[in-house]
């Protein structure tokens, strides 16, 4: 009875010693038995029939087990000595990869600043270019002011000497008196108002008597002097505004006849002359009374 107990007890673990012992052997069988029949274990019939006469020595394949290339008893060593080289490989990789994109980085940082400058020095330029356009231009405005100032000063310098007629009158006078009528006075007070406000004028005073030579000429002087002296000291008219001279008995136009003809009568001719600067500069005053029926503009 005691027997059989023990016989009991130890069967079981006799049992799983023995399949513990098939798990592992059948695998390593089955390695060995596989080998011969791997086809890539088999060198190519050519290399068989023709072998190389520089090879010395044969390296077969690696083995490959009941498992493949995958051992699942296999060890950290074996398995650290199967992915080294795959390891290294990536180490490798990655190690180009970072001087690839450190060139990258480089290049990119060379062309930007390459840019940068460039962009820099268009714009340098442009601003250069936008003064020198604005220096241009106010060369140009100051030329032509300057141009503008030449053309009026080349005006004003061939108006100065420059007149035009404006009216003209004809005081007479009785034979051999130099002395004013009514009439007279009539006239040169109109005369005298017509100059007031009147810039850059003169009266050309021509005086005429029928007496010939020296005689006539002593006559036409002393009607000049009253003509002058009447518009100096009774209308305040400059003296150098007032130019005459006697002509005796010569051969003149009467007021509004240009038919010319020695003078039978004693009269002082009358010539209103504007100067074209001053014409330009102000307008004549309105409503200026006209010297005689003769005015001519």
């Known amino acids: 009875m005691e027997n059989r107990n023990k016989a009991r007890r130890f069967f079981p673990s006799q049992f799983a010693v023995f399949m513990l012992a098939s798990a592992i052997g059948i695998p390593a069988g089955a390695q060995q038995a596989q080998t011969p029949a791997d086809p890539q274990s088999a060198p190519p019939a050519a290399a068989q029939q023709q072998p190389s006469p520089e090879a010395t020595t044969y390296v077969p394949p690696a083995k490959e087990g009941f498992w493949g290339r995958v051992n699942p008893f296999a060890r950290k060593t ?13 180490s490798e990789l990655d190690q180009l990869s970072g001087k690839n994109s ?13 840019i940068r400058k460039a962009q820099s020095s268009a714009d340098a330029a442009n601003q250069t270019a936008t003064a020198a356009g604005t220096r241009a231009e106010n060369a140009n405005g100051i030329a032509l002011t300057a141009s503008g100032h030449v053309d009026q000063l080349k005006s004003t310098v061939s108006g100065l000497d420059s007149y035009r007629q404006v009216s ?15 009439a007279a006075r009539k006239q040169l007070d109109d005369i005298a108002a017509s100059l007031t406000g009147r810039e850059g ?9 029928p007496h010939a030579g020296s005689l006539g000429i002593q006559n036409s002087e002393r009607l000049a002097a009253a003509v002058k002296r009447y518009l100096v000291i009774e209308h305040q008219i400059p003296v150098y505004r007032l130019h005459s001279v006697a002509l005796g008995n010569a051969e003149a136009a009467a007021a509004g006849n240009e038919v010319t003809k020695p003078a039978r009568i004693s ?7 504007e100067n074209s600067l001053a014409a330009q500069a102000a307008v004549p005053p309105q409503g200026t009374a006209a010297l005689t029926s003769a005015e001519r503009p």
């Not at 074996?78 to 990536?90: A, E, F, G, H, S």
């Not at 004028?201 to 008597?209: F, L, Q």
């Not at 009269?267 to 002359?273: A, C, E, I, P, Q």
């Open 168 to 182: 003209e009158a004809q005081v007479e006078f009785r034979t051999g008196s130099p002395v004013l009528s009514p």
């Open 201 to 209: 004028y003169i009266v050309e005073i021509e005086a005429y008597s």
């Open 267 to 273: 009269s002082v001719h009358l010539r209103l002359m």
């Open 102 to 114: 450190r060139d990258i980085q480089d290049v990119d940082g060379r062309a930007q600043a390459g």
């Open 78 to 90: 074996w398995v650290k000595r199967q992915t080294d080289p795959i390891n290294d490989r990536l």
